[in-house]
Nanobody, 127 residues
């Protein structure tokens, strides 16, 4: 049974930082590209960042470039999202997701290509 479990969300003031973690089990983690998505109330789920299975490539949403950093540890089966200089518009539920290596990483922003999803963690940024 595949499980992706996010942690690290919370309430932070604008300008602050949070680090989200995603613990994966039940899958061969190193064979999956990993992504972080977010969904704000009444908005569609959108990609935040993605990382290829060997960490060689990353992609970021324009809105988070220079502020967020995605990483992974294929030994510990974890993926992380370091979020700095947080803004109120970053408030959302954040999800990690796994995309099989058979999918083209250049399409990593497409949520339809992800097979597995976590339950999400709430991030709230106050102004």
């Amino acid at each position: 049974q595949v499980q992706l479990v996010e942690s690290g969300g919370g309430l932070v003031q604008a300008g602050g930082s949070l680090r989200l973690s995603c613990a994966a089990s039940g899958l061969t983690f190193r064979t999956y590209n990993m992504g972080w998505f977010r969904q704000a109330p009444e908005k569609e789920r959108e990609v935040v960042a993605a990382i290829s299975r060997n960490s060689g490539r990353t992609v970021y949403a324009d809105s988070v470039k220079g502020r967020f950093s995605i990483s992974r540890d294929n030994i510990k089966n974890t993926a992380s999202l370091q979020m700095n200089s947080l803004k109120p518009e970053d408030t959302a539920v954040y999800y990690c997701a796994a995309m099989p290596m058979t999918s083209d990483f250049t399409l990593a922003t497409n949520r339809e290509l992800y097979d597995y999803w976590g339950q999400g963690t709430q991030v709230t940024v106050s102004s």
